[in-house]
Nanobody
């Protein structure tokens, strides 16, 4: 089992930055990747970024490439998402997810564990 706890959400103005953290615990040594998704009411969870737990590989959605940076600190069992130049349409609940799989996945069904989510609100 793996437990994930997100933090760092909040209310910011458009153009501002925010840093989300995801603390992982449990059987983290066997994880392949950790990802961030976001979801608004009535819509499916949208892939944002993913990072290989024991390596440097990263993957980003086209909409955040160049503005968001995902990183991990294995010693602290922490994955972070630095979000710059936020836009109002990026208001959502942001979720951290972990996968046992062999690749960095962009589909929510490929992730095995989820955090409870943290709200990010970007005002215009």
């Amino acid at each position: 089992q793996v437990q994930l706890v997100e933090s760092g959400g909040g209310l910011v103005q458009a153009g501002a930055s925010l840093r989300l953290s995801c603390a992982a615990s449990g059987r983290t040594r066997s994880l392949y990747g950790l990802g961030w998704f976001r979801q608004t009411p009535g819509k499916a969870r949208e892939f944002v970024a993913a990072v290989k737990w024991s390596g440097s590989s990263t993957l980003y959605s086209d909409s955040v490439k160049g503005r968001f940076t995902i990183s991990r600190d294995n010693a602290k069992n922490l994955v972070e998402l630095q979000m710059n130049n936020l836009k109002p349409e990026e208001t959502a609940v942001y979720y951290c997810a972990a996968s046992w799989g062999l690749y960095l996945y962009t589909t929510s069904n490929d992730y095995d564990y989820w955090g409870q989510g943290t709200q990010v609100t970007v005002s215009s």
